[in-house]
Structures are given as structure tokens and as C-alpha cells.
């Protein structure tokens, strides 16, 4: 039976996305440009806001998935914004998004959360001075009626991909997801990312088909593939590795990927994906595709994918056991990286990014 999709779409997400606009990307400002000329001098009042969404986005964070991040944890899925800055606000509210983040799901460290925690207030700022601003109503008027028409267009397209049964079968028995709905929320002010709601939640942008809205399901629902602790433990072998440092550190400016743990996490992840995108006749040359996407830097996915051709999961319970064989049999070793992924790309004919 193929899972269950719901399609919907939340203000709150809508308004912590469009807060990215903020940190001045070119990229961002390109991609979402009638939003911005809509509200650029509203922005450039807050010369403050702007500062600190600079310095975030320097630092490998940005507004939007902190406000994202945040809203997620809060019941609220209305307009009233003092009721979604709550766990912004309030200090008791607060340490549900300390414990979540921090404890629960190990995304950041102790160290990391000091930082986060001295600018949340003016992230509450930020997301309240935008909704204050002509948001909410250009947001109701203008985005929600396209949001609904393309949640009808969605609807019947998205159906008949059963992610949930391929994330099952690749992830093995100890790390199932343990429902058959997958909620997609759709934004707006999301492009160009995708991004992992609570449970089996994600949001996409709004203007992506299936060929990206599909792919980006596949990808938040593996995250993790399995432990962070053992994915660390794999990413502290891994980073005194000549490509592997290069590739982190060729990353673009946009990159949340800014720790070995992280960047090794979404390297497994990427691979995997692609893998069982692939298997939907959803990406037409991956290779190629590993190439282009973040700037090249996603060199662990590649191996990762041709490990996977290979069919490790007729003989493994779990994607883990895969790449286990990959570290036994010396794919996934610090100074073997680069002639791994060499030779991956002089078979296919292709000319790799590194």
C-alpha cells in the first residue's frame, strides 16, 4: 500500500522563511524577489536585523531555520505571532527548544545553543516586526490562495510515490518510521531549501514539482540515516582527509553544514536519496547532479550512491551495514576518498568537481 500524503501549508513556516531575506543573499533575493521588492524598505529600516542575519548567515545558521525550527515546537498554527515567540520568549518555553535540539535530537552542542540562546530575542524581534508589517495580510491575500491551488495540483501527483515502504526497507528494522502519512507543508519563501519538520513533516517550496518535491521527502525522512554519535565517531575519522577537508571547506557561503558531524551526516543522507530517487526514475544523470548541487561538495555522497548501485542492501538488513562494509572494505578511509571518487567519475565518462 503506498503511504499516505497530506498536503498543507502554515503561515508560521511562510513567515520564518521569508526572515532569510534579511541576510541579503543574492541567491535568496533572486529567488524570491517579488516578496522583497515588496517589503525591501521595510527591511532596510531594521538596519539591526540586518546585522544579525549577516552574522548568522557568516556563521553557518540563518533566521529561517531557527524560526523554522522553533515555530515547529510551538501547538499555534494560527496568525497570532506573540503566541508563536513564546519559546523565543519565555525561559520555561524555551528549554523545550533547548531539549529537543540540544538533548533529544543532538542537531547542536551545549556550546553552540550559548550563542543561539543570547540571540533568540531578536529573532522574536525579527519574525514580530515582519508580521506587524504588512505580512499577515499580504501573505493571506496574495500566497494563501496560490498555496491552496497548488496543494490541489500536488495532491494527485504526489500520491503515488510510497516513500515511506522505500525509507523502511533502506533504513532497516531498528530506525522505521512509524507511520504511513507524510505531511508536506508547502512555503512560499522556502526555495532554495527543504527542510525536516518534526515526525514525518517537511516543507518544500511551493513552485517545485515532484521531481524535487519527492527527492526532498526521501531525504528529510532519512535524516538520520542512523546514530549521530556513530556518525560522528565516522566523521572524526574522516576529517583529517585531503578531500574531505576540501570539499568542507568549498562549501558555499549558504551552507548549514559547518561540522564535520553535520557534513558527514548530510553526505550520507544525500547519497542515500539519490539512491532511492533514482530507483523513481526521479533524477536523470546523478552523477552529474552531485556535481552541480552545493557547489560540488557532497564527495562522500558519491561514494556512497555507487556503493549502493552495487546492491549491499539485497545482503544487509540497513543502510548502516552498508556503510560499515564500505569501512571495512577501505571505501570510507581518510587518504582513499579522492581515488575513490576519481574513479567513480573516469568510469562514468564524467569530469567530477574535484
Known sequence: MVNTWEVTH???????????????????????SEGYERFKDIIEDRQDLIKLAKQMWAGGFDPRIVLVSAFDLVDHDGFEVEKLCTIL???????????????????????????????????????????????????????EPK????????????GIYDVVSEVNRLLGPDHQLPLDTLTLYLSKFSAPFGTKLRGQSFLADARW???????????????PPFSRSKI????ESLKDDELFQEAFG??????????PLRFLEEHLTEGAHVYLADKFG????PLEYFVKHDDGSHVVSVLVYDH???????????????????????????????????RIYDEAGIEGAF
Not at 522574536?124 to 506587524?132: I, P, R
Not at 524535487?212 to 521527502?217: E, G, K, L, R, T
Open 10 to 32: 502554515s503561515y508560521k513556516y511562510d513567515l520564518a522563511s521569508f526572515c532569510n531575506l534579511f541576510t541579503g543573499s543574492k541567491d535568496l533575493i533572486e529567488l524570491h
Open 89 to 143: 520568549d519565555d525561559e520555561e518555553k524555551k528549554k523545550r527548544f533547548h531539549d529537543y535540539y540540544v538533548v533529544e535530537e543532538q542537531l547542536i552542542s551545549e556550546e553552540v545553543w550559548k550563542d543561539l540562546d543570547s540571540i533568540l530575542p531578536s529573532l522574536s524581534e525579527m519574525a514580530k516586526y515582519v508580521h506587524k508589517n504588512g505580512f499577515l495580510s499580504y501573505w493571506q491575500k496574495e500566497c
Open 147 to 158: 498555496l491552496d491551488e497548488r496543494k490541489n495540483e500536488l495532491e494527485g501527483e504526489v
Open 209 to 223: 514539482g515532484v521531481e524535487d518535491i519527492v527527492p526532498v521527502a526521501l531525504h528529510e525522512m532519512i535524516h
Open 232 to 235: 560522528g565517531e565516522i566523521a
Open 250 to 259: 568549498g562549501q558555499g557561503s549558504d551552507t548549514t553544514y559547518n561540522t
Open 282 to 285: 526521479l533524477i536523470e544523470s
Open 308 to 342: 549502493l548501485k552495487k546492491g549491499p542492501m539485497d545482503r544487509f538488513e540497513s543502510f548502516e551495514d552498508a556503510i560499515d562494509e564500505m569501512i571495512e572494505e577501505g571505501i570510507l578511509q581518510t587518504g582513499d576518498l579522492r581515488k575513490e571518487y576519481l
